[in-house]
């Protein structure tokens, strides 16, 4: 543990506080420091502030720096919609805004907790902060999930995934009209070298760890300036829908990472913010591990995403069939 004490100088007055303590433990991440001042361990004349607060000078700042606790996987009691479930596969429906399994900053409140609640024995393949977890869906990406309980189920499960023998369908409303009915992006896709939470599809000298990726997609509606789309989803690259579109200049609906607006016109007015991706796992196929079984597993699109479709019909009356039709197919 270490415990520093500083007084803000004058030319550092109007600094944001967690601006102002990185400057001074360039060895500790920004996401540490922020958790730091949220549990209360740096104070500003002696009381616990938000990490917002600008600094002024003469105020003393004490920063006391502890470890971060080891992340560890244990059962919390949070609700699952479980679409299907036999002694080797538990598929859920994995809500927008929920973490897959602990990380930096994110130790409570994740699926792989739920799980822990709901089964206590799960794969140990992934590991102890991903027992049961063959793959992944974005925080903001809702939808069919497939989980391992039992290691040679996880075995077999990630053997399909590298062959590209799951069924992975994904709906999406996209920005802008998309001028063609069907279509196939094979953009390769790497982390973004200067803005390290992002990927990109930008073809550059940079990108020598750029790997393939192909993104099928079918319109299904066109609704005043969007596109709402079918996507079969052939590699699993992280963000890569988002990644795709947004290098077509059609990001997702709600994606501000990836370029998206935010906020909504439809018609002549302002639609509420969506919160999250208009991005939804509708659906997906595997063969079970044990009989050899083809399974399919449909998760039906958030009230949300159909609320925000139904604004949509509201605000352009001729396209609101179109959206009908839809929402019955996704119900």
Aim: aromatic share 4%; hydrophobic share 40%.
């Amino acid at each position: 543990m270490t415990k520093e004490t500083f007084v803000v100088a004058k030319e550092d007055s109007g600094e944001r506080l967690d601006r102002y303590v990185a400057g001074r433990f360039p060895e500790i991440s920004r996401t540490r420091l922020q958790e730091l001042i949220a549990e209360g361990s740096l104070l500003v004349d002696g009381e616990a502030t938000k990490r917002s607060h600008h600094v002024r000078e003469g105020e003393k700042i004490e920063v006391q720096i502890t470890a971060r606790p080891p992340l560890a996987a244990s059962p919390e009691n949070i609700p699952l919609h479980i679409l299907y479930e036999d002694e080797d596969i538990i598929v859920v429906n994995k809500p927008a805004g929920m973490v897959v399994h602990a990380g930096a900053g994110q130790a409570r409140g994740t699926l792989v907790n739920a799980l822990l609640h709901y089964r206590a024995q799960l794969s140990t393949t992934g590991g102890d902060l991903r027992p049961g977890i063959v793959h992944r869906l974005d925080r903001g990406t809702s939808g069919t999930l497939i989980v391992a309980r039992n290691d040679a189920a996880h075995r077999k499960l990630a053997d399909q995934f590298r062959a590209r023998k799951i069924e992975k369908r994904y709906i999406a409303l996209v920005h802008g009209k998309l001028e063609q009915d069907a279509g196939r992006i094979e953009l390769a896709i790497a982390r973004d070298p200067r803005r390290r939470t992002r990927m990109t599809a930008r073809r550059q000298g940079a990108l020598s760890q750029a790997r393939d990726a192909r993104t099928d997609w079918r319109v299904l509606a066109r609704i005043d300036r969007f596109t709402l789309v079918e996507v079969d989803l052939h590699t699993g690259r992280t963000h890569q829908i988002r990644v795709h579109f947004s290098a077509l200049r059609h990001p997702v609906v709600g994606d501000s990472l990836y370029g998206a607006p935010k906020h909504v016109h439809a018609g002549n007015q302002v639609l509420p913010p969506l919160e999250r991706n208009f991005l939804h796992a509708a659906r997906i196929g595997f063969t079970q591990p044990s009989s050899g079984k083809w399974v399919v597993a449909r998760a039906p699109l958030p009230e949300e995403l159909r609320h925000f479709l139904e604004k949509l019909a509201e605000s352009q009356p001729r396209d609101s069939a179109q959206i009908d039709a839809v929402l019955r197919l996704y119900l």
